[in-house]
Each structure stands twice: as C-alpha cells, then as structure tokens.
C-alpha cells in the first residue's frame, strides 16, 4: 500500500488549489479515504473523507469550500479547495482506513498514510 499526495504549493487567500492522493497496491473505490492536515506543533486535524460508495463528510471548517472525490481510472483521491484561508495552511495527508465505510475523521480510523504535501495560504 502506497500513497503518493501532490498539488500542494502557496497560494493567496481566496484562491484555490487541488490535492491528488495516487494510490499503488489497492483499489481506493475499496475502501474509506480521507484527508488530514496538521499544523507544526499541532494534532492532525481530518478535513475531508470519502466512504466506499462516494459519500462525503467533511469537516465543519471547510464545508461548502472542499470538495473530496475519487478518481477511480486514475485510482486518486482528490482535494479541491477553493475559498482559501490562511488557517487553511499545513501539511496535508492522504490516508487509508481498513474499512470500506468511514468511521469518522479521526486519526486512529486511518492506518496508511502518505508523507504529505505542504499548502500555504496568504
């Protein structure tokens, strides 16, 4: 299992940017994915998961502004961020649980995890 995130860069307030997350040894349209981002010296935060069947959640700073999606020719999980905010800025991961529906968007769902791409907001 390998998770391979891209897309990251900086970007001035209000803009946008999309994340793509490039799976290897699974199919992600198997199971739960999602997408965290944590700031230095802070919990990883979930932003954003997808179940199975295509169903969202998202997490309640970014409603309305991300949109999770999975790309399943391709075998990604995208992140559209539009409405960018400088509290947005972070490393951000993709992740993989074990499960096909998501239990949640909190770390210890997740047991695969990518080494991250740093967004940055001005």
């Known amino acids: 299992v390998q998770l391979v995130e891209s897309g990251g860069g900086s970007v001035q307030a209000g803009g946008s940017l999309r994340l793509s997350c490039a799976a290897s040894?699974?199919?992600?349209?198997?199971?739960?994915m999602a997408w965290f981002r944590q700031v230095s010296g802070k919990e990883r935060e979930g932003v954003a998961s997808?179940?199975?069947?295509?169903?969202?959640t998202y997490a309640d700073s970014v409603k309305g502004r991300f949109t999770i999606s999975m790309d399943d020719a391709k075998n990604t999980v995208d992140l559209q961020m539009n409405s960018l905010k400088p509290e947005d800025s972070g490393m951000y991961y993709c992740?993989?649980?074990?499960?096909?529906?998501?239990?949640?968007?909190?770390?210890?769902?997740?047991?695969?995890w990518g080494q991250g791409t740093q967004v940055t907001v001005s």
């Open positions: 992740a993989r649980a074990n499960v096909r529906w998501c239990g949640g968007l909190v770390e210890s769902a997740y047991t695969y």
């Open positions: 040894g699974f199919s992600t349209s198997a199971y739960c």
């Open positions: 997808v179940d199975y069947h295509g169903t969202p």
